[in-house]
């Protein structure tokens, strides 16, 4: 799939993302995708990228839409909150055990 940036750039790639998803969310996306995927995986690879996104910013909503176009038209799903959990030890002291200061 040919793409273009807003300043014209072209490039070549099965998946793109923005903002913190070009960060976080593409290495998944790189190791992960592949071109037969059923529909029903690449909702559950979406949900495990947007997932991180949402553990990197705390205060972002949880909840999301996944629309599917085909040749037979246009399907949006209901919105939808993904399952989260925040009890990690690392959540609760995310400084515990470190060293030094910026």
């Known amino acids: 799939m040919v793409k273009v940036s807003m300043i014209g750039v072209s490039f ?12 976080l969310a593409r290495p ?40 599917k176009i085909t040749e037979e038209g246009v399907t949006v799903s209901q919105p939808y909150s993904l399952k989260t959990f925040w009890e990690f030890k690392a959540f609760n002291n995310p400084t515990a055990g470190a060293e030094g200061s910026w």
């Open 28 to 67: 998944i996306l790189r190791d992960e995708w592949h071109a037969d995927m059923s529909f029903e995986d690449g909702v559950k690879l979406l949900e495990k990228c947007m997932r991180v996104l949402l553990y990197r910013d705390r205060s972002a909503i949880n909840k999301l839409q996944i629309a």
């Open 12 to 23: 070549e790639d099965n998946h793109v993302a923005t903002g913190f998803g070009n960060h």
